[in-house]
């Protein structure tokens, strides 16, 4: 990394022979798009040459700061997609109640979601912090527990604790589902 601080290419295309697999293994587990991956791995590997003063040896190898770098920037990539994702949806429902004779489904569809994101917003932060990052994220609880640097146990307590709040509000929904 004091290489590439000093802007030595070599030492960045050691970076990447090393660890470009890895990384790309990880932002294609988050995102499940090559492309996308792809384009991810180049990010963090821009960063890691333009911060490379950020870098603290102190504190993490190289390989678990370009895995958080890597990792922070395909959940951004992820959360941004899903906002598109969420607008064109939304779009879409709102055509379709238009013209659609299964409108009226669609309208307990869109106010079941709305029931849903009520309910995980009324989740304490820790508890849907587990959550984001299993379900969002698509982390175990394994890494989970290294990613918020919490014992794991804590980590499958709090899922536990907010699978029960979600069943209980949630439970009008979940009858008319089953």
Do not use: C
């Not at 963090?44 to 190898?61: C, E, F, I, K, T």
């Not at 906002?83 to 299964?102: I, N």
Request: glycine content about 4%; charged content about 35%.
């Amino acid at each position: 990394m004091h290489r590439v601080g000093r802007r030595d290419e070599t030492a960045l295309a050691e970076l990447y022979d090393r660890f470009a697999a890895t990384l790309n293994a990880l932002a294609l587990r988050i995102l499940r798009d090559d492309a996308d991956a792809e384009e991810v791995v180049q990010e963090a590997l821009v960063h890691a040459w333009n911060r490379a003063d950020s870098y603290d040896p102190g504190r993490s190898s190289v390989s678990t700061w370009l895995v958080l770098v890597t990792r922070s920037r395909a959940i951004d990539r992820l959360r941004s997609r899903r906002v598109v994702d969420r607008t064109h949806d939304q779009v879409r429902h709102e055509v379709s109640l238009h013209e659609s004779p299964k409108g009226g489904r669609r309208v307990q569809d869109g106010e079941r979601r709305q029931r849903v994101r009520a309910a995980l917003r009324e989740l304490p932060p820790e508890q849907r912090q587990v959550l984001d990052l299993a379900y969002y994220g698509g982390l175990t609880q394994s890494e989970i527990a290294q990613t918020a640097q919490i014992p794991l146990g804590t980590v499958k307590t709090r899922t536990l604790l907010a699978m029960k709040k979600l069943r209980s509000a949630l439970r009008d929904d979940l009858d008319e589902l089953l």
